[in-house]
């Protein structure tokens, strides 16, 4: 799952993001409100952090534009404003969780979790395709009753193919989704990790779910 972090405070967002991502989440990170809106219009997002501080453009302004653009991503609120009339503020516009610097990262991760679970844009049940079997909510996969053991990425790119099963996906819908925004898009990124991924996914079976489809994309199914 992918997170987009709006936060002013650099040594904080690198701390977030090396604790998300070893959470197996992928992170984005956007240092100003600007950056931030434009990512959180622009990119796709399971989750956003954001402080309601921010220079150039301020969170409420940005969760506002969000809203009203029909994205119904989770947003959680971080500042170090703890007043009850911020709390009301960001709430009423649209905001699903607030919490309060200093916090415990645990805290924060249990949020984010709890703000998952809530959510109605994103399915939460366990994907199946074949034998293959993953659980976003665990964030656990298994071909069988093997135990694969994926990287972020490499999850989130598996991910992504069996919400679309059965369906070509091209290297910039996979790249637009599993990836940042400094992505590259012709690089071989993707093909690089869609190689990695079958290797542990289909290497030791005999019935191949990845597939590629020459000129087109890759698609996961039997």
């Not at 302004?61 to 609120?77: E, H």
């Not at 991760?109 to 976003?136: G, M, N, Y």
């Not at 069988?144 to 070509?168: D, T």
Request: some cysteine; aromatic content about 8%.
């Amino acid at each position: 799952m992918r997170i987009l972090i709006a936060e002013d405070e650099e040594k904080l967002t690198k701390y977030l993001k090396k604790g998300l991502e070893e959470s197996s989440y992928v992170v984005d990170i956007a240092l100003n409100g600007m950056d931030g809106l434009h990512l959180a219009t622009h990119e796709a997002y399971d989750l956003i952090i954001l402080d309601i501080m921010l220079p150039e453009y301020d969170g409420l302004s940005i969760l506002k534009d969000v809203r009203n653009a029909g994205i119904k991503t989770p947003v959680i609120f971080l500042t170090a404003k703890d007043s009850i009339a911020d709390r009301v503020d960001g709430l009423n516009i649209g905001a699903d969780d607030y919490i309060v610097k200093p916090f415990s990262f645990h805290e924060l991760l249990a949020r984010i979790r709890a703000c998952l679970r809530r959510s109605s844009h994103k399915a939460t049940s366990e994907l199946t395709v074949a034998d293959l079997t993953l659980d976003p909510m665990t964030r656990k996969v298994f071909r069988g009753k093997k135990k694969i053991e994926l990287s972020p990425i490499e999850f989130s790119l598996l991910e992504y193919l069996m919400n679309n099963a059965g369906q070509v996906v091209t290297r910039t819908m996979i790249s637009e989704h599993v990836w940042d925004s400094n992505f590259e898009s012709f690089s071989n990124v993707v093909d690089v990790h869609i190689a990695k991924l079958r290797s542990k996914i289909d290497r030791d079976f005999d019935l191949k779910l990845i597939h590629t489809k020459r000129g087109a994309g890759y698609v996961i199914e039997e």
